[in-house]
């Protein structure tokens, strides 16, 4: 059973935007923290963002004032708007519950020059 499906990812340009979504499946989706990795090719999957069941958010430095998380429980879904796009941002962008450590299968972001 899928737990956590991405959606939103596509084709841009430098400086464009893109806003991600990632619908869970979890029982426990309120209580966890949800998080956006990404994944260049040749490259580790790094953490981009996250936020707590609280709200609280936090962001790797490369990210900081482009990129926005934020969760609406009621629907389920954890969101990534990502602004002023830049080629590195780049990669294959996945979700992941703290509880249960579900992954969805990610979303392709390319950024061209």
């Known amino acids: 059973q899928t737990q956590l499906v991405e959606s939103g990812g596509g084709l841009v340009q430098a400086g464009g935007s893109l806003k991600l979504s990632c619908e869970a499946s979890?029982?426990?989706?309120?209580?966890?923290?949800m998080r956006w990795y990404r994944q260049a090719p040749g490259n580790q999957r790094e953490l981009v963002a996250s936020?707590?069941?609280?709200?609280?958010?936090n962001y790797r430095d490369s990210v900081k004032d482009r990129f926005t998380i934020s969760r609406d429980n009621a629907k389920k879904t954890v969101y990534l708007q990502m602004n002023s796009l830049k080629p590195e941002d780049t990669g294959v962008y996945y979700c992941n519950s703290q509880l249960g450590g579900y992954w969805g299968q990610g979303t392709q972001v390319t950024v061209s020059s």
């Open positions: 936020i707590t069941s609280g709200g609280t958010t």
């Open positions: 979890i029982s426990l989706f309120s209580v966890s923290a």
